[in-house]
């Protein structure tokens, strides 16, 4: 069993920054690429960022120059730095891993993010 558990979500205003953070417990021996994902109400979850174990790395354009993503290897935890943070960021934030071990990917239970004045 793996659980990926989220925390650092809350209230801010516009322009402000939040830290989020995803830790792997469990049957965790290595993790391949890890991902942030959100979704806001009435619309799909969608792709924000991802490293891959290399510390290779991706994000949506609509958080580009804005967000970072980034991950410690030897706590099985990754990261989301949210920086000048808009209205539109508003959603509930979900981790994702893959872990090669298990050949599958986990989800975490998800973390609301309001970014409201």
């Known amino acids: 069993q793996v659980q990926l558990v989220e925390s650092g979500g809350g209230l801010v205003q516009p322009g402000g920054s939040l830290r989020l953070s995803c830790a792997a417990s469990g049957s965790v021996f290595s993790i391949g690429t890890m991902g942030w994902y959100r979704q806001a109400p009435g619309k799909q979850r969608e792709l924000v960022a991802t490293i891959a174990s290399t510390g290779t790395t991706t994000y949506a354009d609509s958080v580009k120059g804005r967000f970072t993503i980034s991950r410690n290897n030897v706590r099985n935890t990754a990261y989301l730095q949210m920086n000048s943070l808009k209205p539109e960021d508003t959603a509930v934030y979900y981790c994702?891993?893959?872990?090669?071990?298990?050949?599958?990917?986990?989800w975490g239970q998800g973390t609301q993010v309001t970014v409201s004045s």
């Open positions: 994702n891993a893959y872990i090669p071990t298990m050949t599958s990917y986990y």
